[in-house]
C-alpha cells in the first residue's frame, strides 16, 4: 500500500493525472467474483461501482 500512496505526488510532479479508488472489502479479482453465485455484497457493490467508473473513462 505504501507505494500506491506515493504515486499520486510522483505523477502530479510529472504533470500526470492519477485517481485510484479502493474499494472498501472488495477482494482480489472483485470485477470477476461479483458473477460468481456465492459473491460477497462488497465485491457486488464494488464491481458496480468500479464499472460505472470505468464507462464514465469513456464519455
Do not use: V
Not at 11 to 34: N, P, Q, V
Amino acid at each position: 500500500m505504501q507505494p500506491l500512496k506515493k504515486l499520486p505526488n510522483k505523477c502530479k510532479a510529472l504533470s500526470k493525472t492519477f485517481d485510484y479508488k479502493i474499494y472498501e472489502g472488495a477482494g482480489h479479482a472483485f470485477m470477476k467474483r461479483a458473477h460468481q453465485p456465492d459473491a460477497s455484497e462488497a465485491n457486488e457493490k464494488a464491481h458496480d461501482a468500479a464499472w460505472n467508473r470505468f464507462l464514465e473513462l469513456l464519455k
